[in-house]
C-alpha cells in the first residue's frame, strides 16, 4: 500500500508564469476545472488554484494510474475534493483519498491508500496593525485550556504565534481529513507532543490512537500538518464518497502503520509534463 502514501508541495513564489505560459498549465486541465481557476481576481489567487488542481490530476494519474479521460474529480458541500471514478478496485489502494492546502507560498496534496488523510499549511503571518495577542485571543475558543496554556508560555512574541500555527494547522488536517467543514467543538480535540514529535490527540480527554499526525517545518516560516485517521471517522457527506469505512483491526493497523513519506518539491512544470503525457 505504500505507493498510495504521497505528499507533494509546490512553492509558488517560484513560478511566475507569463499569461501564454499560465494559459498552458490551464490547458493541461479538463475544460470543466478551467472556470474554477479563471474566476478569481487576484493573481495570487488564480495560481493557488490552478496548482491546486494541477497537483491533484498529476497524482491521481501517477498514483492509481487511471487514464487521464476517466479522471473525475468532485468536491464535497463542504469543499473536500474526492476521486469519484472507480480505480479498478486495485487492493494496494482500497480505499485512495488524497487532500489539498494552500497558504502563503505554498500549495500542497497528500494522499493515502486506506485511511483519511488531511493536510493544511500554516504561514507564520501577522495581519497588518494587529499584535500576536491581540490576533490569537480571537481564537481562544478553539483550544483546550492545555494547549491555550502552551501557547502563551513559549516566550517572545514570535515564538507565541508560531506556536498558535502549529497547534492550529493540526486542528485544521484533522478537520479536513474527516471532512466535516467545520471548526465547531474543534476545543475538544487537544493535541499533546514531546517538541512536536510523537503527536498524539485526545478528544474529550480521551487518547484516539487510531489517529496519527506529523509536522514538518517548510522554509520561510511555514508548517506542514498531515492527519492520518480511520475511515470510520468520516463525516456527513464525504463519508458517502468513500469506498469501504470498515477495515478488518489488523487492515487497519497496516494501513495506519504506513511510513510517513517525506515532502517531495514538484514544479509547475513538472505536473504539466504528467499530463501531457497521461492525453
Not at 31 to 41: A, D, G, K, P
Not at 113 to 133: A, F, M, R
Not at 224 to 248: D, Q, V
Amino acid at each position: 500500500m505504500e505507493k498510495g502514501v504521497k505528499r507533494w508541495i509546490v512553492d509558488i513564489s517560484e513560478w511566475n508564469p507569463s499569461p501564454n505560459d499560465f494559459s498552458l498549465a490551464l490547458a493541461a486541465l479538463p475544460q470543466l476545472e478551467h472556470s474554477c481557476i479563471t474566476r478569481f481576481v487576484r493573481e495570487e489567487d488564480r495560481k493557488r488554484a490552478l496548482v491546486s488542481r494541477l497537483l491533484q490530476y498529476a497524482l491521481v494519474r501517477e498514483v492509481a494510474q487511471i487514464p487521464y479521460d476517466e479522471i473525475v474529480i468532485k468536491r464535497t458541500l463542504e469543499g473536500k475534493p474526492y476521486l469519484e471514478c472507480d480505480n479498478g478496485a486495485q487492493p494496494e489502494l482500497p480505499n485512495f483519498n488524497f487532500n489539498v492546502s494552500h497558504h502563503g507560498d505554498y500549495v500542497a496534496i497528500a494522499s493515502e491508500p486506506l485511511c483519511l488523510v488531511g493536510i493544511d499549511i500554516v504561514s507564520c503571518d501577522l495581519p497588518i496593525n494587529e499584535t500576536v495577542q491581540s490576533f490569537i485571543q480571537a481564537f481562544e475558543s478553539y483550544f483546550s485550556r492545555f494547549e491555550w496554556e502552551n501557547i502563551n508560555k513559549v516566550g517572545s512574541p514570535d515564538d507565541t504565534l508560531a506556536e498558535f500555527y502549529r497547534y492550529w494547522s493540526l486542528k485544521e488536517a484533522y478537520v479536513k481529513a474527516i471532512g466535516s467543514g467545520l471548526s465547531n467543538g474543534i476545543d475538544r480535540v487537544e493535541f499533546r507532543h514531546n517538541n512536536w514529535m510523537n503527536i498524539s490527540v485526545f478528544i474529550d480527554g480521551k487518547r484516539c490512537k487510531e489517529w496519527s499526525f506529523w509536522l514538518h517545518e517548510l522554509p520561510k516560516r511555514h508548517w506542514l500538518s498531515i492527519a492520518r485517521g480511520h475511515p470510520k471517522a468520516a463525516w456527513g457527506s464525504y463519508k458517502a464518497t468513500l469506498k469501504r469505512t470498515e477495515f478488518s483491526q489488523e487492515v487497519y493497523e497496516n494501513g495506519l502503520r504506513l511510513p510517513n513519506a517525506g515532502v517531495d518539491t514538484r514544479t509547475v512544470d513538472q505536473l504539466v509534463q504528467t499530463l501531457a503525457r497521461a492525453k
